[in-house]
Structure formats: C-alpha cells, structure tokens
C-alpha cells in the first residue's frame, strides 16, 4: 500500500494492513494493533501500522485537515479488502485507491460528568481498567532468629581450608549437625571440579 497526504508521498506501507482512526476509535482497533489513547479533544487521524514488516514503523498522528489517500499499486502481487468499522468489507483491485478526510460535521456526544476528560478518564478505568493493578505487598525482611530458627535451613559456615564450603542444617533448637560428604548436599567448591566422582551424571560442583 502506498499512503499520501495533501498528495505528498507518506511511506510505503510495509505491513499486513494499515489502521486508520479517529481520536474517539483509538480505544477500539486502534489500541489493539498498538496505537495510542488519544483524547478526544486533539483534532487529528491516527495511523497505525498492522503487523508491520519493521521495528521502525511506528503508529503516529497527523492532523484531521489532512486529506489522506491510501493506493494499492498496479504492481501489487495481490488484492486487498478495506473494512469500516468491520463492516462492509470492500475489496480493493489494482489501481484502486481510499480517499480519507476528517468530517466537517463531527458528532456531538453527551458527557455523563462536566468535564470531558474526567468522563473518558472514567471510561478507560472502566471499560479498559487502564493502568489498574493490585497494590504489591509491603517488603518484610527476616530477623536472623527467624533465619536461624527455621528447621531443615541450610546455612553456609564459611570456606575451609580446602577452599570448600561447609554447610550445616539447622534445627528449631539451634542444635546444627555438620553435614558430611554422604549427606544429599553437595559441596560448593570454589574451583573447577570436572570429575563425576558421585556418578550421578553431573560434573563439577558449584549447586546444593
């Protein structure tokens, strides 16, 4: 599809359709294909790429005074269908080409609050649940009590001569029982161990 404005050259459009709206649409298809909200209040018409086949095309707006023109070239490998408000589905042969301007006589709307912005605020909260999420949870820190008090807890004692880690299991008591090499931890090793010396398929130990 090639796009003009004011019958200017826009882009080439490289993608699997092309979506244009208005700033009162830009909560339908839109903001699915990734477009903006716009406020009702800016005088504009979105465009917003479908799939595009680059990172770089981007959706933007242009100002509702533009008349723009959207041309499928002679050349093109295949057909394309236009949909108005997923209605009346058109299709677009060769040379064929879609005129859009902007209405001189825009629909009034009634506004359930007095102001504009307060009622399509609302809106978005409502129907989209824009920006809304539960509160995260306040960030509590463990005492060391409550660390060292927790049954079955592994603890790290420090490296020992070897350069190997101990590792000890706590009890609610306090009662640690050193753990040996026949215990279900493997020892974290500072170095490079590369032999599957417990022969369980492993090699190396760096995990408990």
Same mark, same amino acid.
């Given at each position: !599809?090639?796009?003009?404005? %004011?019958?200017?050259?826009? =882009? =080439? @459009?490289?993608?699997?359709?092309?979506? $244009?709206?208005?700033?009162?649409?830009?909560?339908? *298809?839109? $903001?699915?294909?990734?477009?903006?909200?716009?406020?009702?209040?800016?005088?504009?018409? !979105? @465009?917003?790429?479908?799939?595009?086949?680059?990172?770089? /095309?981007?959706?933007?707006?242009?100002? +509702? =005074?533009? @008349? !723009?023109?959207?041309? !499928?070239?002679?050349?093109?490998?295949?057909?394309?269908?236009?949909? /108005?408000?997923?209605?009346?589905?058109?299709? $677009?042969?060769?040379? %064929?080409?879609?005129?859009?301007?902007?209405?001189? *006589?825009?629909?009034? =709307?009634?506004?359930?609050?007095?102001?504009?912005?307060?009622?399509?605020?609302?809106?978005?909260?409502?129907?989209?649940?824009?920006?809304?999420?539960?509160?995260?949870?306040? /960030?509590? @820190?463990?005492?060391?009590?409550?660390?060292?008090?927790?049954?079955?807890?592994?603890?790290?004692?420090?490296?020992?001569?070897?350069?190997? *880690?101990? *590792?000890?299991?706590?009890?609610?008591?306090?009662?640690?029982?050193?753990?040996?090499?026949?215990?279900?931890?493997?020892?974290?090793?500072?170095?490079?161990?590369?032999?599957? %010396?417990?022969? +369980?398929?492993?090699?190396?130990? %760096?995990?408990?």
């Amino acid at each position: !599809l090639e796009l003009y404005g %004011d019958g200017n050259h826009l =882009t =080439t @459009v490289e993608a699997d359709g092309l979506c $244009l709206a208005t700033p009162t649409g830009s909560t339908a *298809y839109s $903001l699915a294909a990734g477009g903006s909200l716009v406020h009702p209040e800016i005088p504009a018409i !979105l @465009v917003t790429p479908i799939c595009a086949h680059t990172l770089s /095309f981007r959706p933007m707006l242009l100002p +509702d =005074t533009m @008349v !723009l023109r959207v041309v !499928l070239p002679p050349d093109s490998r295949n057909t394309a269908w236009a949909s /108005f408000d997923g209605r009346h589905r058109t299709e $677009l042969r060769r040379g %064929d080409h879609i005129q859009i301007t902007a209405s001189k *006589y825009p629909l009034p =709307t009634v506004c359930a609050s007095q102001s504009q912005t307060q009622d399509w605020m609302s809106s978005l909260s409502r129907c989209l649940h824009w920006n809304e999420r539960k509160r995260q949870k306040k /960030f509590v @820190v463990a005492g060391a009590s409550e660390v060292a008090g927790a049954a079955g807890a592994l603890h790290r004692d420090g490296a020992g001569s070897d350069g190997n *880690y101990l *590792y000890k299991r706590g009890s609610s008591t306090n009662d640690n029982e050193s753990l040996s090499d026949d215990d279900d931890v493997h020892e974290a090793s500072t170095g490079d161990d590369d032999d599957d %010396d417990d022969g +369980d398929g492993n090699y190396g130990g %760096d995990g408990v």
